[in-house]
């Protein structure tokens, strides 16, 4: 494959333009820590491969030729344009301040639109996320968020909200199931999300704690909260969700309260701030909790 630049030696380019700079073989050679022979040898295998010569050899130093101050103009010029990217690209470099991990519905639900409203405050921390459905695979993040959970020895562990439980569903499908009450719900096709985001209230625990017995009904078994919420809003069925957390969807009426009751999270969201984490991560971390305490806007009762 032929070149796409028609280069001599680069060495050899670069021994001539700091020739060129200072009049000197002597002073390019001490600039380039190398000696001032080798200096004249890329020169001279310069001057061979043009077929011209490029300085006036005199005793006192060298003077450029016409054609060799036009190559010196051409050589400053490229290698000032190469010096003012690798400038730019130290000034800029691709760093990132804050890593928090998280689950993917609490990624989209919750926290992907409080990390756009930081960077209107704070343009200049880069938060990057780790998302994954997989335990453990966060640990190495400066921050992580989870549902309850095992104390991490050494991190700091804060709450940033602690739920209630309620039935969603679409106000069509509480119509076609003719769902006001927990019997009526104890019979309708009910959304199951199991996965890997272990610790969630089961429908199971839910009617429990509400003294109802497992329900017998068709169920659909996902392994992704976010496709739960995605099939009730289908009208597939009724689907679990924490009002903090889901409390967008019910505002703009995507999915509503199916009934009245509801059960208190046996566990909180938290934010685990773990021992390394910079100063610009716990700045992020202690904003992300103050954000948390506003009083969400909870939905209105059962449709």
């Not at 566990?267 to 021992?275: G, K, T, Y």
Request: aromatic letters at 8%; one cysteine or more.
């Amino acid at each position: 494959m032929s070149r796409p630049y028609d280069f001599s030696s680069m060495t050899a380019l670069v021994c001539f333009e700091a020739a060129a700079r200072s009049s000197s073989f002597k002073k390019a050679a001490q600039e380039l820590n190398v000696t001032p022979a080798a200096i004249s040898h890329q020169i001279k295998a310069l001057e061979t491969d043009l077929g011209c010569s490029l300085f006036l050899r005199q005793h006192r130093g060298v003077e450029l030729t016409e054609k060799g101050a036009f190559l010196f103009i051409a050589a400053q010029r490229g290698f000032e344009g190469i010096s003012d990217a690798l400038a730019h690209i130290r000034d800029r470099p691709e760093t990132v301040d804050v890593t928090i991990g998280t689950s993917t519905a609490f990624s989209a639900l919750w926290l992907t639109p409080k990390i756009t409203a930081f960077w209107k405050i704070h343009p200049e921390i880069t938060v990057s996320q780790i998302i994954s459905d997989v335990p453990g695979m966060t640990a190495r993040c400066d921050l992580s968020i989870h549902y309850g959970g095992t104390q991490e020895s050494g991190a700091d562990h804060r709450e940033l909200f602690r739920d209630m439980i309620v039935a969603l569903g679409t106000k069509r499908f509480a119509a076609d199931f003719a769902i006001s009450t927990l019997e009526d719900l104890h019979k309708a096709p009910l959304i199951h999300a199991s996965g890997k985001e272990t610790g969630w209230t089961t429908w199971d625990d839910w009617f429990a704690a509400l003294g109802h017995g497992e329900p017998k009904r068709r169920r659909l078994h996902v392994n992704n909260y976010m496709i739960a919420l995605q099939a009730a809003q289908d009208d597939v069925g009724a689907v679990l969700g924490w009002d903090g957390l889901v409390g967008d969807l019910m505002r703009e009426g995507r999915l509503v309260k199916l009934v009245a009751d509801s059960i208190p999270s046996p566990s909180p969201f938290e934010l685990r701030v773990h021992p390394r984490a910079t100063s610009r991560a716990r700045l992020f971390a202690d904003w992300l909790v103050k954000s948390a305490e506003a009083p969400p806007r909870h939905a209105s009762g059962p449709a």
